[in-house]
């Protein structure tokens, strides 16, 4: 099948029409893979601890233009990120972390992409064949794309609901 680049996050994608998300740029072809890589991730509750990070990772490496949209879902995600990442936040408290982070979003401003968006695309998590393999490629594409959003770092955490911060930190001192 031919193929074709998504101009935002770079990865080889088959060239095809089709629909795509209404803020979060892609080509037709990385959207319908990315759908692929979600619809098996629904089918097997061992993914449900990486799941979350495939749906950050996926929606900062397409963060579309400067609409209201756009701005808050880039921020809300990175901001999932930053918990994940940077604070160990537990998969079972993915929904409350974002509707907490949801709640500061009319303040987000418009974080301007960096030039790289990484070199791990959804692409590369499709082509893997097992499930270890999928949930490794998961992590490595997530924390690529917080390293490439870096320039932001302290603007994201500046967004980082206080609440989620402190039950991580206090869990981090338990553990
Ligand atoms: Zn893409």
Redesign the pocket.
């Known amino acids: 099948m031919k193929t074709c680049r ?1 101009f ?2 770079g ?1 080889e994608f088959p060239d095809i029409d089709g629909p795509v998300h209404p803020y979060m740029a ?2 037709p072809g ?1 959207w319908s893979v990315y759908g692929e890589v979600l619809a098996r991730e629904y089918s097997d509750v061992s993914f449900f601890e990486i799941h979350r990070l495939s749906v950050d990772a996926y929606a900062v ?2 963060p579309g233009s400067t609409d209201r949209q756009s701005i808050q879902s880039v921020g809300v995600h990175l901001i999932r990120l930053c918990l994940f990442l940077e604070y160990g936040l537990a998969a079972e408290n993915a929904n409350n972390a974002m509707l907490a982070a949801g709640k500061y979003k009319h303040s987000f401003v418009w974080l301007e992409p960096p030039a790289s968006l990484g070199r791990i ?2 692409a590369d998590v499709a082509k893997t064949k097992t499930v270890e393999e999928h949930k490794a490629v998961v992590r490595a594409w997530a924390q690529s794309l917080w390293d490439a959003w870096s320039m932001h770092h302290d603007t994201i955490r500046s967004w980082l609901p206080a609440q989620q911060v402190a039950s991580a930190d206090s869990k981090k001192q338990r553990g």
């Open positions: 998504c935002s996050c990865g892609s080509s990385c490496q397409h695309t959804v």
